[in-house]
């Protein structure tokens, strides 16, 4: 990238990126903020959860004891090892890293979190992309003697992709570069550049030292007297839940419920919109149509379901449904198809190979699915670079193929109709996470099929090509298929993209 296009990237961050901004209201009645830290390793997030967990006084007392008696001799500052309420396994205390995902709740006056701790090792990525999979905010924190890191633009691009737009760029172990502002702003500056390339632009920035507890809960004024920016409570308390829910009623259905001849119920976790009685459903991949005749939970029998809610649905007439179908609003149904794009984080160290026969599994449903790689990302340059093959941690884009019909939303549309998790048949490992992009269009271009060549065009461009020398004598063997003008935009629409 020449220096006038990093000028120009610098320039663009600096007005696009922005700092949260506080809410009209902010009710303890609402669910929880979740949150993960992430970042390279040893740049202090466990210590920062146990800092943030000690300040908030969420460390009950016999947590505090066994915390000090766990620590042996203290630091410096009379401290105990804060990462160790963090750490819980013999392997991460005996090694000071942090390997498995660790979820802890605590509250202010004003609102409760649940926050998680990922590892920053390479071989951990599988593990922080589970913790960002929930979040609603990402705390990355940076070293401030060393900067951005490849893990650390790894994690954020992981966390961007899971569709988390809110970040707090924690700048920790200040108090090793002397409180210095220039470090700051040199990193702020990286960073935001980095984010405004992810498509985040909800950025706050805070310099602090996590084991001294400076701008976590507690401003830090007397070392840091330029900072006049918000401490990481705050922020926090400022942040918005993840809704972001642009599809309608999705009930992905887990099991048929059938006490008695006289009841059939389809139950399952509400994954997007809303439902109440008398609304129009089809069920998905068949295209069968009912109307919603009763919602019934473990106690009552309710007026509408919402995202979230575990139901059993009463349908009005018989239809076949199994596991694994998907029951939908009928105005805004799912996109159906045989063919995906995605973007997926492979997961195992065999990486994902072209050509071979995976298991997918979306929700309740599970499917035969072939991967083709088309590009990776370069995290070093931030650019896409064409691959055949996805290694172990490397963020690619892919081609996914089905045997039979696939049921997705765009991830930035539902988060839950529109992730999946790819299972090696033979290990039964999960090698992959991934987020469908779009539905791969099966107009345009040419298709082998059943010993015939396929040629899809819209259909005043079709009739100008069989009226040609080359085959108009040959019209008899020509299968005409004529498209909307809706399809053929879309097709038009693929081709430029």
């Not at 991460?92 to 390997?99: A, L």
């Not at 999705?250 to 919109?273: C, H, I, K, N």
């Not at 076949?320 to 160290?349: E, N, Y």
């Not at 992009?437 to 819209?458: C, Y």
Request: proline content about 4%.
């Amino acid at each position: 990238m020449t220096a006038q296009a990093n000028t120009a990237l610098a320039a663009a961050a600096s007005s696009s990126v922005a700092p949260l901004v506080e809410p009209a209201v902010i009710s303890r009645d609402t669910r929880p903020l979740r949150l993960i830290t992430c970042g390279s390793v040893d740049d202090g997030k466990s210590t920062l959860i146990g800092r943030l967990l000690w300040d908030t006084k969420a460390v009950k007392e016999d947590q505090a004891a066994a915390l000090n008696r766990d620590s042996g001799k203290q630091n410096d500052l009379g401290l105990p090892d804060f990462a160790l309420l963090l750490d819980g396994l013999q392997a991460e205390r005996e090694q000071g890293i942090t390997i498995d995902v660790a979820y802890r709740y605590f509250a202010t006056d004003r609102r409760s979190f649940i926050v998680a701790d990922t590892p920053g090792h390479e071989q951990y990525t599988r593990n922080m992309a589970t913790g960002a999979s929930t979040a609603d905010l990402a705390v990355l924190l940076v070293d401030a003697r060393t900067g951005l890191l490849e893990q650390t633009r790894r994690h954020a691009t992981i966390a961007s992709l899971m569709g988390i737009k809110q970040f707090v760029l924690a700048v920790n172990k200040f108090d090793l570069v002397g409180y210095d502002k220039a470090v700051f702003e040199q990193i702020n500056h990286d960073f935001k550049a980095l984010a405004l390339s992810l498509g985040v632009r909800q950025v706050t920035a805070i310099p602090m030292s996590a084991l001294k507890g400076e701008n976590v809960v507690y401003a830090a004024d007397a070392v840091m007297p330029w900072y006049e920016g918000p401490t990481l409570v705050e922020t926090l308390e400022l942040a918005t839940l993840r809704t972001g829910q642009s599809t309608g009623f999705r009930l992905p259905v887990q099991r048929v419920s059938r006490p008695g001849e006289s009841f059939r119920g389809y139950q399952g976790t509400v994954a997007g919109g809303a439902v109440k009685p008398g609304d129009s459903v089809a069920i998905l991949p068949s295209g069968q149509l009912a109307n919603v005749k009763q919602i019934v939970t473990f106690d009552l029998v309710r007026n509408a379901a919402v995202a979230g809610d575990a139901i059993t649905l009463v349908l009005d007439r018989q239809v076949d449904v199994a596991r694994g179908d998907m029951i939908v609003s009928l105005d805004a149904q799912p996109q159906t198809g045989l063919a995906f794009d995605a973007q997926m984080v492979a997961l195992q160290p065999d990486g994902i190979v072209p050509g071979k026969r995976y298991w997918l599994k979306a929700g309740s449903r599970r499917q035969r699915v072939q991967v083709e790689p088309v590009s990776q990302l370069d995290l070093k340059s931030g650019k896409w670079i064409s691959t055949e093959m996805l290694q172990m941690n490397a963020i690619g884009k892919v081609h996914l193929s089905f045997d039979e019909a696939a049921i997705f939303d765009p991830y930035d549309q539902n988060r839950a109709t529109g992730a999946f998790i790819l299972i090696d048949p033979d290990s039964n490992n999960t090698v992959a996470g991934g987020m469908i992009t779009a539905k791969r269009t099966e107009l345009g271009g040419l298709h082998a099929h059943e010993g015939r060549v396929i040629l899809s065009l819209p259909a005043d461009l079709a009739e100008q090509l069989l009226a040609t020398e080359l085959l108009s004598n040959r019209r008899d063997e020509v299968e005409t298929r004529r498209l909307t003008t809706a399809e053929a935009r879309d097709l038009f629409d693929d081709i430029d993209g």
